[in-house]
């Protein structure tokens, strides 16, 4: 029988829990060290990312532990964009053209705690909370740590390390630091952070606005989304430029300007929003950065994942799916694990970072797609071609968002590839009306395949 090592995996959060619970079923022994606070006790979103969008890449996860079921219970079902145009009109576009592709608003902090629950239930798992990585010595499988209470600092041993630990992680800091090999590291922001604001619920409890879609405000520059909670409120996200603009995060410096801004540009959400100018002033402004790196692994007994590995904005709603999709490929690898941990770790990178690095992109074209193209009429009308085409021909056509969202057996660089073409080529067409009423749905879907097949061929040339 194989040895079950001893692993330490820094970073309690999504990624890092998922992977404690996955490893600790196939019998490692597995230390769990988190530098926040438990969060099942404690609150510590303030202000940050507390809802996230969960779709199939995620639930292939949580199936893969066997929670599959639990999560979705906790989950709210968004059939589509709810676009709210600056005359308070209100059009769903729907994400897919088959009722039973939708994405879903659930509670960061709620799936957290249901992981970290199942996973303390393993008798081979230990979790330890307000503990700040110092550093990581890969070469010997060390990790020295800060208790936040008492100052007291440790070390810890393992046989492997994964660093789960975000955009921040301590143990990329430390590969980074190692000069024994060498490592690629980028960090790019956008110009514009955001804040999360809410929505309540009305007096009698109830949603104030369509429960079932995420619904987002595109003004050009900058935009506002909110997803629905549970208790009936909305988590309310607004993108902004930092200096750019009439109205930006840097001269927005009073509660009578937040309210003058959102009076102007959403007045709709406005009238849902009596806090506003106090919450916008309580809550902190997140930046929204990308992260790529390369190698992922050192000395054969460090590896990074999620976040820590590939951090990427918000606009796909990919950043917690990529990460749990990272655990399912991590173990289709370790099923074929031979004892050789640099080559396990090796092949686990070169399947995954081209995806990786694919939805990285694919976020930060969704950003320029929701703000400014979403309530264009020439995307309103490739929306709209779309579904009817998915809906009638849904083996033959998927959109890039569906290929991206509900087709999880594609990896994400497959499916930017096949959907960037695809949206050149409807585009394209529409724009030169070559698709018309005139055409069947057949010829126009026909159109698009051929259309779709000479852009990827001119691409291929190129590249």
Known sequence: MQKKENILIIGAGLCGSLLALRMAQRGYQVQLIEKRPDLRKTDISAGRSIN??????????????????????????????????????????????????????????DLNALLLEEAEKMENVSIQFNQECL??????????FRDYHSGEEKTISADLIFGTDGAGSALRKSMMEDHSFLFSFSQDYLQHGYKELTIEPSTEGDFQLYKNALHIWPRGENMLIALPNLDGSFTVTLFMSYAEGDYNFDN???????EEYFQKYYPDA???????????????????????????????????????????????????????EDVVVFDEVLEKHTGDWEATFKTYQ????????????????????????????????????????????????????????FQEQIGYAEAMQRG????????????????????????????????????????????
């Open 350 to 405: 070169n399947i995954r970072k081209k995806d990786t690095d694919a939805i990285a992109d694919l976020a930060i074209d969704n950003f320029y797609e929701m703000k400014e193209h979403t309530a264009a009429p020439i995307f309103q009308q490739k929306r709209k071609l779309e579904t009817a085409l998915e809906q009638e021909f849904p083996a033959e056509y998927a959109s890039k968002y569906r290929l991206v969202t």
């Open 252 to 258: 927005i410096t009073s509660a009578a300007k937040a």
């Open 52 to 109: 996230l969008a969960f779709s199939n890449r995620g639930i292939k996860a949580m199936k893969l532990v066997g929670l599959e079921q639990k999560a979705l219970e906790i989950c709210i079902p968004m059939n589509g964009r709810m676009i709210h145009d600056q005359e308070e009109n209100t059009f769903l576009s729907p994400y897919s053209g088959l009722e039973h592709e939708y994405i879903n608003s659930i509670s960061r902090t």
């Open 270 to 324: 406005l009238k849902l929003m009596p806090n506003l100018g106090e919450e916008f002033f309580k809550n902190p402004t997140g930046a929204l950065g990308t992260v790529k790196c390369s190698p992922w692994y050192s000395h054969g007994k460090s590896l990074l994942m999620g976040d820590a590995a590939h951090a990427i904005v918000p606009f796909y709603g990919q950043g917690m799916n990529a990460s749990f």
């Open 135 to 144: 550093a990581v010595n890969s070469a010997e499988a060390k990790a020295s």
């Open 420 to 463: 960037r073409a695809q949206d050149k080529a409807m585009l394209r067409l529409l724009s030169e009306q070559k698709i018309n009423d005139q055409l069947s749905l057949k010829e126009k879907l026909n159109l698009v395949k051929e259309e779709t097949k000479n852009i990827l061929q001119e691409d291929t040339v190129v590249y």
